[in-house]
């Protein structure tokens, strides 16, 4: 009996770049907002200012750095995540299995996407500085190469441990949750293997992920946006955190699910077509095959 084809290493990094081609604006928005430095701009009227200041293509500024990142993190993490869990011989691993995989999946794309996703931020946050104080890179491969010469080459690593942090619950909660959820939707037999059964797998898993870093996310933006000395470190960071109680690290949920939903869903529809129509077919044991 034949089963599903199998993705190639690299189908994860485009199926990635496949899906930030329509998300892009608003992960564009999402680096704005939590860049604001004073009071609370709406999504609304944040898109309104852009299109009427910078033009509607603007909600696209550093798509060649998304686009770079996707295709240097994703192919990492997917590529990893992929390679590994096919060298396993057991046809129902445990799940824990598939969570430590993808957590160290995880890890190394944060290591080799931190440099595109340093650029990534920088352009998308570009056209909201004075005119006189804009990096204006051409490009991401552009804007690492000035980083390197003007900043010194260590500069392009800067926010590794965060980014990192952030990539291995991501990835764990994307990759190992999405198999998990659809393994289970297939066995209930009240699902087959079709668009419909990845849509609803990858929302599902698009939740795990946005909870398992929305802590982290809240922190980054509360580091981002605090004064000069408010706080000495990412302990000091939680521990204030930590006083609002504990949905104090969940602010923002919903607008952060409505964000990486759309990328998730689209990321394994992509990749699941990609398998289906270029994938490769199992070798089949026509002895045991009886």
């Known amino acids: 009996m034949s089963g599903a084809k199998k993705g190639k290493w690299y189908f994860g990094g485009l199926a990635s770049a496949g899906a930030a081609c329509f998300t892009h604006p608003l992960d564009l928005l999402k680096v704005q907002l939590q860049t604001q430095q004073?009071?609370?701009?709406?999504?609304?009227?944040?898109?309104?200012?852009?299109?009427?200041?910078?033009?509607l293509f603007s909600l696209y500024n550093g798509i060649s750095a998304s686009l770079l990142r996707q295709l240097t993190y994703s192919t990492a993490r997917f590529g990893i995540y992929e390679v590994v869990k096919g060298m396993d011989t057991n046809p129902n691993p445990p799940f824990w299995k598939a969570v430590v995989t993808a957590g160290a999946a995880g890890a190394a794309g944060g290591v080799v996407?931190?440099?595109?996703?340093?650029?990534?931020?920088?352009?998308?946050n570009d056209m909201k500085l004075p005119a006189d104080k804009r990096r204006n890179y051409k490009n991401a491969i552009d804007g690492l190469l000035r980083v390197a010469r003007e900043e010194g080459v260590t500069k392009i690593f800067s926010g590794l441990s965060m980014a990192t942090s952030r990539a291995v619950f991501m990835t764990i909660g994307q990759l190992s949750f999405y198999d998990l959820f659809k393994k289970l939707l297939l066995e209930s037999q009240y699902f087959t293997d079709n668009p419909s059964t990845h849509?609803?797998?990858?929302?599902?898993a698009g939740g795990v992920a946005t909870t398992l870093t929305q802590p982290?996310?809240?922190?980054?933006?509360?580091?981002?946006?605090?004064?000069?000395?408010?706080?000495?470190?990412?302990?000091?960071?939680?521990?204030?955190?930590?006083?609002?109680?504990?949905?104090?690290?969940f602010?923002?949920?919903?607008?952060?699910?409505?964000?990486?939903?759309?990328?998730t869903i689209l990321t394994f529809l992509f990749?699941?077509?990609?398998?289906?129509?270029?994938?490769?077919?199992?070798?089949?044991?026509?002895?045991?095959d009886k």
């Open 271 to 288: 990749l699941e077509q990609l398998k289906i129509n270029f994938g490769t077919s199992p070798v089949v044991d026509l002895k045991n």
């Open 113 to 124: 996407g931190t440099p595109a996703d340093l650029v990534n931020v920088r352009m998308q």
């Open 38 to 55: 004073e009071g609370k701009t709406s999504v609304l009227k944040l898109t309104t200012n852009i299109i009427k200041n910078d033009g």
């Open 251 to 263: 602010k923002g949920y919903i607008p952060a699910f409505v964000r990486l939903a759309p990328q």
């Open 216 to 249: 982290l996310d809240v922190m980054k933006t509360r580091a981002m946006n605090a004064k000069p000395g408010e706080f000495k470190g990412l302990m000091d960071i939680f521990l204030y955190t930590a006083k609002l109680g504990p949905l104090g690290f």
């Open 199 to 204: 849509f609803l797998s990858s929302l599902m």
